[in-house]
Nanobody
Framework: QVQLVESGGGLVQAGGSLRLSCATS????????MGWFRQAPGKAREFVTT????????DYADSVKGRFTISRENAKNSVHLQMNNLKSEDTAVYYC?????????????????WGQGTQVTVSS
């Protein structure tokens, strides 16, 4: 099995920055891609970004492109999400996700493992 644990959420003012981290443990050799999703109150969970194992391929939702950056530290089996110029509409619970496929899509079903989530609140 694989365990994912997010950290780094919190309260920040609009225009500020936060860095989320996701630590993985267990059978991490199964993981070929990592990603982040988010769920705002009253809304469905939505895709934010993904990165493959080598870091050569990244994908971003249009709403975060140019503001968010995903990265991974394979030696530490972790992935990070740097969020800059945060907006109130970025307020959500952010979930780390892992996939056993090299090029997952943007759907939740493309991912096999999930963290418990970390709250990000952006005040305007």
């Amino acid at each position: 099995q694989v365990q994912l644990v997010e950290s780094g959420g919190g309260l920040v003012q609009a225009g500020g920055s936060l860095r989320l981290s996701c630590a993985t443990s267990g059978r991490t050799d199964r993981l070929l891609s990592m990603g982040w999703f988010r769920q705002a109150p009253g809304k469905a969970r939505e895709f934010v970004t993904t990165i493959n194992w080598s870091g050569s391929r990244e994908d971003y939702a249009d709403s975060v492109k140019g503001r968010f950056t995903i990265s991974r530290e394979n030696a530490k089996n972790s992935v990070h999400l740097q969020m800059n110029n945060l907006k109130s509409e970025d307020t959500a619970v952010y979930y780390c996700a892992a996939s056993s496929t090299m090029y997952p899509g943007r759907l939740q079903r493309d991912f096999d493992y999930w963290g418990q989530g970390t709250q990000v609140t952006v005040s305007s």
